[in-house]
């Protein structure tokens, strides 16, 4: 996975040199407003370590999203197991990102999750890949569907808190079967967005 290749973009393994793009997606109020909390640099640090470990066992994880004409890093998109067995959908593969506010409203999002379906679909062999989100989060709900992903449902998130965060406990989750992508045209890298 690490160096997947769209029009725009290369997904690729975190480096040394973006702990600080890093630490500023994860801490800015406006990228994590869907989230409970941003995170410390020390958090941040680790959360970066914990995904290129991820890639190295499982072959998949959210990577820095660096865009081709310039080599700026505009954000994250990837995939990761969820294995925990708190979530009723578990266990799975997920598709997930997050991009600066400068680079948001530009496709990206869009375009690196194809990227990331196709390499799941097709080199990973999974037979499903799901996504999820604050139900408020409509921007994050409109890539799902340009995916080609398919609403499933709501649930209430188990790491969230309904005392202190109730307004993002309620998630929305969709799904796509490796048969429907296939059907969509999109395994010759075809089809609708």
Known sequence: MDGLATERLTLRRWR???????HRLNADPAV??????RLT?????????????????????????????????V??????????????FAPTVQIGWRLLPEAEGQGYATEGALACLAYGFRT???PVIVAQCVVENRA???VMRRLGMRARGTFDH???????HPHLRRHSL????????????RADGSGPL
């Open 124 to 126: 990973l062999a999974l």
């Open 16 to 22: 040394e040199a973006d702990r600080p793009v890093f």
């Open 158 to 164: 188990p790491k969230i808190s309904a005392e202190t």
């Open 41 to 73: 640099r020390e958090e941040a640090d680790a959360t970066m370590d914990r995904w290129n470990a991820g890639l190295d066992r499982n072959r998949m994880s959210f990577l820095a999203a660096e865009r081709r004409r310039d080599g700026a890093v």
């Open 75 to 88: 954000g994250t998109i990837g995939l990761a197991p969820v294995t925990e067995d708190i979530y009723a």
């Open 140 to 142: 994050s709900e409109a």
């Open 174 to 185: 969709f799904a796509l079967r490796a048969a429907d992508w296939r059907a969509a045209g």
């Open 32 to 37: 994590m407003r869907f989230f409970d909390r």
